[in-house]
């Protein structure tokens, strides 16, 4: 690979290697600030032209790497960091063996986490990038990593994907050097990824104990309603990439996440709404 990056995000190590240098100059300005990962590495990623000659003739990136989906349309070069960041999520998604991945966000306070899921639109990464910066830490916006033997949290804080108007509302309050490039068009529309504060970063090295999970709804009228266990956990049996692959210890890591986290539906019209439904329900939970 001509050019390369070496990550750590929580704990997991990954290697990226470009045939462009633009992706991964890219890469190391958007992760400024994290560990780099040792000369192993758990996943390696490759971007690589999809033809010989769409290196320079109309570039186009085919993800490569330790593990593929053949049938992946490539991208634009001008979309290289999305590359990059799919890629990523791709490995562990189709690698990951140590950890219980839940297609989830997660914020800590005073050592317990909330874990937010739901479906695309349900507003998983805007919540929890503005939580991250309203007093709680974030600890990841794509994976909740969850530890089959102890049942802890680990952090996984990669730069968080805003899409379409969430831009917006993070450029409002997020100083600017800590935003990636703004990509237009890519697969799921306007997208521009947002650095976790300095704390964040320190401190992914610590977990917490999952308290609540949390099943958002944007667009609707406020309401509050408990999500009982076996519906929380199929609900979480759906949002596991590695949940069957994980067999007997994936369902008894996550039988023991409902048993002892209770599971909540919000649906709400705005962030103020959402912001306070959560501070209220956390803090009933922590009587």
């Not at 949290?153 to 935003?179: G, Q, Y």
């Not at 890519?186 to 320190?202: D, S, V």
């Amino acid at each position: 690979m001509r050019h390369e990056v070496r990550l750590r995000v929580g704990p997991v190590t990954f290697r990226v290697g470009s045939a462009w240098r633009g992706p991964v100059r890219a890469l190391r300005r958007l992760y400024e600030g994290y560990p780099e990962a040792g000369d192993v590495a758990d996943y390696t990623v490759r971007l690589e032209p999809a033809k010989p000659w769409r290196r320079w003739l109309r570039p186009s990136v085919r993800i490569e790497g330790d593990y593929v989906l053949p049938d992946a349309a490539p991208l634009p070069l001008a979309h290289g960091l999305v590359a990059a960041e799919m890629a990523m999520n791709l490995q562990m998604a189709l690698g990951e063996r140590r950890f219980l991945l839940l297609h989830a966000a997660s914020v800590e306070k005073d050592g317990r986490a909330l874990i937010i899921t739901g479906e695309s639109g349900a507003g998983k990464s805007t919540l929890s990038a503005m939580l991250g910066e309203r007093g709680w830490r974030f600890m990841g916006d794509e994976f909740a990593l969850l530890d089959p033997d102890s049942g802890m949290l680990h952090p996984f804080p990669r730069p968080i994907s805003l899409k379409n108007e969430a831009i917006a509302a993070m450029e409002a309050e997020v100083a600017p050097e800590r935003f990636g490039p703004v990509m237009e068009n890519t697969p799921k529309g306007r997208i521009r990824h947002m650095r976790p504060r300095a704390e964040a970063l320190a401190r992914m090295s610590e977990q917490a104990r999952p308290a609540m999970v949390l099943f958002p709804r944007f667009g609707f009228a406020r309401e509050v309603r408990p999500v009982g266990p076996a519906e929380a956990f199929m609900r979480l049996t759906q949002a596991s990439t590695n949940y069957v692959a994980m067999a007997a210890r994936g369902f008894d890591a996550l039988t023991g996440l409902v048993q002892t986290c209770p599971g909540v539906a919000i649906d709400y019209p705005d962030a103020a709404t959402a912001f306070e439904l959560i501070e209220t329900l956390w803090a009933e939970a922590g009587r």
